[in-house]
């Protein structure tokens, strides 16, 4: 395995901000800029804490239940405003729906805001999250050059916040702190996998009345059209949907899904110190909230 650690591009006018190489620094800076607006909607996650899946469930929440095609992309209906920037969020963003879909990996404090746009904010538990973030970061050679990277030094990157997106601790305690805000939604990874029917109806009640009323109580077929639709089954199929190509030998872009798959990289001793990081940073109350796959 590789020593060296990833390759990322530093926005030096934001504090070091890390992004993935090869993604334009001009478009960061103007992400920053955006107005948010009265109809955006904003999926925020760290990385790796089912942006992809939430993306799609809220886009087939919008379409009527049927999903992107095989010969389109998410990021055109769901654009990375880090990615793309301010211009084609104002000017090329799909609109659903009268809703401009908005995805974004930043904390709060960077993020866009607007107290008449809303928030869905995703968080899942940090062991299952460094693993999955090491996959990916070893998907992408383009963007990293860690094809042969070794889990022990992305670890050690991950846990000081050294990798692109900056600190998993600070962003989710950055939301966090706004969860109980009217347009933030504050929801978890593992409780959307523990019943994800009733995490359609959450997101779909947030959205709108419009929108809420599709899912209603004396008819499924949209609600079984969208739990249809996110299965990992279906998202595994035509992965350029959600993705650039990967090569055969790493693993694919939708890989399990799994809360608490961690013990196949994690060390015990590795898991114990992010435990103990999120004991010092969130409450009892917060903790229990997350749920004990983030603490224990």
Not at 16 to 45: C, H, R, W
Not at 53 to 68: A, F, K, S
């Amino acid at each position: 395995m590789d020593q060296k650690g990833p390759s990322y591009s530093k926005h030096d006018k934001h504090e070091g901000f890390l992004m993935p190489y090869g993604f334009p620094v001009e478009n960061f800076s103007t992400a920053l800029e955006y107005a948010a607006q009265k109809n955006d909607l904003f999926i925020a996650t760290y990385p790796k804490c089912g942006t992809t899946l939430c993306q799609h469930m809220i886009y087939l929440l919008l379409n009527g239940g049927d999903p992107i095609k095989p010969d389109e992309k998410l990021d055109r209906m769901f654009p990375h405003i880090e990615e793309v920037g301010k211009d084609f969020i104002e000017k090329s963003a799909v609109i659903r729906n009268d809703r401009r879909l908005i995805k974004t990996h930043l904390p709060y404090t960077m993020t866009p805001m607007s107290k008449e746009a809303k928030y869905i904010f995703i968080a899942r538990n940090p062991k299952d999250c460094v693993v999955s973030f090491y996959h990916h970061t070893r998907g992408f050679p383009q963007h990293y050059n860690f094809e042969n990277g070794d889990f022990d030094v992305f670890f050690n990157l991950f846990f000081k916040g050294e990798v692109d997106f900056g600190s998993y601790f600070e962003t989710l305690r950055s939301w966090m702190d706004h969860k109980d805000d009217d347009n933030v939604l504050f929801l978890t990874y593992e409780d959307i996998q523990k019943d994800k029917a009733s995490a359609v109806r959450t997101i779909a009640k947030f959205i709108g009345d419009d929108v809420e009323a599709m899912i209603g109580e004396n008819d499924n077929s949209l609600l079984d059209k969208v739990l249809h639709h996110s299965s990992l089954t279906e998202m595994k199929k035509h992965p350029l949907r959600w993705c650039s190509e990967r090569k055969v030998e790493h693993t694919p872009f939708i890989r399990n899904g799994k809360v608490g798959a961690f013990n196949e990289l994690l060390t015990e001793e590795q898991a114990m110190k992010l435990d103990q990081k999120m004991k010092e940073l969130f409450t009892s109350i917060e903790l229990n909230l997350l749920g004990s796959q983030y603490y224990f």
